[in-house]
């Protein structure tokens, strides 16, 4: 079989259940694991995803308002590949192609290829996708081996905080207009042992007035911009606009801003958000062993 990925997640998938060999071409964001790099690239943003946050998110919004879509698809390129399925996602218009923007390059093929699209909203949608993906192509046991490691795995962080003090959390995945973490990420933080704030399990992620991130008083706040590494995570904090009174939050007073690898353990929904649970379960109890994390995930970073 050969296989198109255009959500970085699913490619994580892929490759996480052994089909990295049928993946024939991925998006221009599928870069874990290494190898998915080195494929063909099929996608290609239509904003300038180097600009700062707020002209991003004008960018973004100009091409909704007109009805054009936040990606190109290279329908040459496609063609050439010839793959017998393509996965990608109706989830958000922003975070990956869908089925609409690939809707005109399908419609030039003479055996356009089966495709399924990925809607997860909560971490057992995503352990579902797995196991979707895997019947797709033959893989079922060891999708389902994946995903009841990855179930097992996220449960037991929840046993071992359930009785541990439950501090608010508020996670912001853009800074400019402020977004609270949504979907999946509420449902990380309960698990990890905090409170969620301005958020609720399984709803998107909405856009904020800098006046209710002031007045939710979160004890900690949690930075993971959707798509941007560690790194990019903290450099645009550093030049963040923040509003006056940020200073005064229990969490900035008592230094537990964190910066974190948003891009690899939170924005997708695959396979590591497993370590993004571990990592978020770590920052609200430090006091705790939890569970393992990855090297170099977060950071704590000084008020702005």
């Known amino acids: 079989m050969r296989i198109c990925s255009l959500l970085p997640a699913a490619t994580e998938i892929l490759f996480g259940i052994g089909a990295g060999p049928d993946v024939v071409?991925?998006?221009?964001?599928?870069?874990?694991?290494?190898?998915?790099?080195?494929?063909?690239?099929?996608?290609?943003?239509?904003?300038?995803?180097?600009?700062?946050?707020?002209?991003?998110?004008?960018q973004v919004r100009r091409l909704v308002e007109r009805g054009e879509s936040v990606y190109a698809v290279d329908g040459e390129l496609l063609a050439g590949l010839a793959p017998d399925l393509i996965v990608t996602q109706e989830l958000c218009h922003v975070c990956a192609a869908s089925p609409d923007d690939l809707a005109a390059t399908l419609a030039?093929?003479?055996?356009?290829?089966r495709m399924i699209s990925l809607t997860p909203s909560r971490l057992a949608d995503?352990?579902?996708?797995?196991?979707?993906?895997?019947?797709?192509?033959?893989?079922?046991?060891?999708?389902?081996?994946?995903?009841?490691e990855l179930d097992a795995r996220t449960r037991s962080i929840g046993e071992k905080t359930r009785n541990a003090p439950r501090p608010a959390v508020l996670c912001l995945e853009w800074l400019d207009p402020p977004?609270?973490?949504?979907?999946?990420?509420?449902?990380?933080?309960?698990?990890?042992?905090?409170?969620?704030?301005?958020?609720?399990?399984?709803?998107?992620?909405?856009?904020?007035?800098?006046?209710?991130?002031?007045?939710?008083?979160?004890?900690?706040?949690?930075?993971?911009?959707?798509?941007y590494s560690l790194e990019r995570t903290l450099a645009e904090y550093a030049t963040a606009k923040l509003p006056e009174g940020w200073?005064?939050?229990?969490?900035?007073?008592?230094g537990r801003v964190y910066g974190v690898d948003g891009n690899s353990y939170f924005s997708r929904s695959g396979p590591r958000l497993a370590d993004g649970t571990a990592i978020l379960?770590?920052?609200?109890?430090?006091?705790?062993?939890?569970?393992?994390?990855?090297?170099?995930?977060?950071?704590?970073?000084?008020s702005a």
């Open 25 to 58: 071409g991925v998006s221009h964001e599928c870069d874990f694991p290494a190898e998915a790099a080195l494929l063909p690239r099929l996608i290609r943003p239509r904003v300038d995803s180097y600009a700062p946050p707020g002209e991003i998110d004008r």
């Open 247 to 254: 200073n005064d939050l229990p969490a900035v007073r008592n």
């Open 179 to 227: 977004y609270v973490g949504g979907h999946w990420v509420p449902e990380m933080v309960e698990l990890a042992g905090g409170e969620p704030v301005l958020a609720k399990i399984g709803a998107p992620s909405v856009a904020l007035e800098w006046g209710q991130v002031l007045a939710s008083r979160p004890e900690a706040i949690v930075l993971m911009p959707c798509g």
């Open 281 to 302: 379960a770590r920052l609200i109890h430090p006091e705790r062993p939890i569970s393992e994390i990855p090297a170099g995930a977060w950071r704590a970073v000084r």
């Open 108 to 113: 030039r093929l003479a055996n356009p290829p």
């Open 126 to 148: 995503v352990w579902n996708d797995i196991r979707r993906l895997g019947e797709a192509i033959g893989r079922r046991t060891q999708a389902e081996r994946l995903a009841k």
